[in-house]
């Protein structure tokens, strides 16, 4: 499994951008795509994760201002971040987990960059 993540960029305070990551190759149905960041110095953490059936998770500083979603048809999830604050910068992760095999697969990685 491949993953193109884009949509990264600079914004200032109070600002949205919005995260997109294709994945493509040997795609099970049963999937779960997320959304990491890892912040200067920082581990990488959860942002936000969906299942193929469209379950939601979210990380605690990211709730009520991110919204996680996908299109299963073209295998892609998105990640629409409202009021961006500029402890959000970071390099943001698309992940892809096959359930069946359990095995993770990660895209490159996107910097967001918000300028207070």
């Known amino acids: 499994v491949q993953l193109q993540a884009s949509g990264g960029g600079l914004v200032q305070a109070g600002g949205s951008l919005r995260l997109s990551c294709e994945a493509s190759?040997?795609?099970?149905?049963?999937?779960?795509m997320g959304w990491y960041r890892q912040g200067p110095g920082q581990e990488r953490d959860l942002v936000a994760s969906i299942t193929s059936g469209g379950s939601t998770a979210y990380g605690d500083s990211v709730k009520d201002r991110f919204t996680i979603s996908r299109e299963n048809a073209k295998n892609t999830v998105y990640l629409q971040m409202d009021s961006l604050k500029p402890e959000d910068t970071g390099v943001y992760y698309c992940?892809?987990?096959?359930?069946?095999?359990?095995?993770?697969?990660w895209g490159r990685g996107t910097l967001v960059t918000v300028s207070s």
């Open positions: 992940k892809f987990v096959d359930r069946r095999t359990r095995w993770n697969y």
């Open positions: 190759g040997n795609i099970e149905g049963n999937n779960d």
